[in-house]
């Protein structure tokens, strides 16, 4: 049997215990939840001759997205922040049917990430990066 007293203290004793043991309520972000979370910079780079059409990832937000640019005047460069374990910088470049050879280089946090060569007739190359947050999961 329960007494007004007895409950009160066991009340007490079970709020100084989640106190205690950082009990929020709610669950504590997971370490991919964490990475997520994490913003990097990207800097996109080609530069050659030939180059007909380049796609590149822009992210957005968590997810992957991309742009397009036909025809881009070369040399070619574009920095943005990406976020989260899933938005891995990549960037691809085709070149024309009078070929060329052209370059790609991703630069993560200002550190040469991947580079790649792209040579003749519809020459293709892509560059792809590993997300840094990665390591954080």
């Given at each position: ?13 079970l ?9 929020s309520g709610g ?17 996109y780079?080609?530069?050659g ?11 957005q ?6 742009e397009?640019?036909d ?7 574009k ?19 009078e ?14 990430a ?14 792809t990066?590993?997300?840094?947050t990665?390591?954080?999961?």
């Amino acid at each position: 049997m329960h007494t007004p007293r007895r409950t009160a203290l066991a009340a007490t004793g079970l709020g100084l215990a989640l106190t205690l043991t950082g009990c929020s309520g709610g669950p504590e972000p997971t370490a991919s939840e964490k990475a997520d979370g994490r913003a990097y910079d990207v800097e996109y780079k080609v530069a050659g001759t030939g180059v007909r059409t380049l796609v590149y990832g822009t992210g957005q937000g968590t997810a992957t997205a991309q742009e397009t640019v036909d025809v881009p005047g070369l040399p070619w460069s574009k920095g943005l922040e990406l976020k989260g374990v899933a938005t891995s910088p990549t960037v691809s470049m085709i070149l024309g049917e009078e070929g060329g050879r052209a370059e790609c280089v991703i630069l993560v946090n200002g550190r040469e990430a991947h580079r790649a060569t792209a040579d003749g007739a519809f020459g293709t190359a892509t560059c792809t990066a590993p997300s840094p947050t990665r390591d954080a999961v």
